[in-house]
DNA sequence: GGTGAAAGCACCGAGTT
DNA sequence: AACTCGGTGCTTTCACC
């Protein structure tokens, strides 16, 4: 939970990997005019210290057929029943992401799906929960990703500056 | 754009790389009882069809202080704006996606910030943003994620079911 | 489209400065 | 902390099925 130390060093790994977890040590050593073996260190100690906590593909999404994007807001009859509805709707396939929130809604996730037909399914399940009293969709037209590297470079461009 | 066809095999590939890239390849064809060669082929031939786009580090944003995620909704003076708007909050730093949707927004993005005083500076550019009629900001106080590796369950359940 | 073996590297730990 | 170096094991290719 607390702040981890990485120096420029550290960063400059991460931008590497960040992007491509399979550059090798040895390229990275090279343009960091440092040895392979000192990356690997440091990588090392990135992973037990809980800041690397894994590696995962990028797939296209659309190109296996699933190009439906939606976000639900999830209304409640009672707060007190949050977690509990969280819980449910962690329980639902297609539902890739979910959050407690303040403000509008009570409930917040996102919902991919084949088509609209596929995601009407996956949304009506959400609305079958007990505790449940309403839920508003906003479907996404376009989704232009940033994510991951983008925030990475967020960060590191103000660590470096 | 077109559905690509995935054996189960090619599933299963997915299936063990999704949560680790580093998995060797040696071991998935144990696995699988193939050659590791066959699993090399094919991983490169999802690569050149861009079923595989790339590969990235999965880190804990808490740990290196970044804790803070909200989601922004935004209201547009005239939708004929909406692209425009869109390449502008992409250049903004700590928005991690967005989106042009239907319902209740013109644009929704989400936001990855150190805490609230950091969020209110990425809200304010957002705000700022020529043709920015107004945003309603919903702020996630618990985060629960299934994400990539949960959405590709999904699939490959049902593909192999 | 798959195999199996061989060659080429990368990873990783031990010992050193 | 970082470097070098050597053993181990993974990747990648290729001739063959």
Redesign the interface.
Known sequence: ????K?DETDHKI?GM??????TPFTDIAKKLLISAGTVHVRVKKMEE??????????????????SF?A?V?IFLEKTSQTQFV?NRI?EI?????????????NL?CKV?AKNTEHAKQVIFKIDDIDGVYRT????????????????????F??MIS
Chains 1, 2 share one sequence.
């Open positions: 939970m607390a702040k981890f990485l991460l990997l960040i992007d491509n977890t399979r210290a809980g800041i690397i906590t894994g590696s995962s593909l990028s797939l296209d999404y659309k190109k296996l057929g699933y994007i976000y807001g969280l962690n396939p297609y539902v890739t992401v979910a959050h407690i929130t303040t403000g509008k809604f917040f991919r508003e969709t906003m479907i996404s037209m376009e989704e232009s990703l940033n994510d991951k590297t983008r925030l990475m470079r967020s960060i461009d103000e």
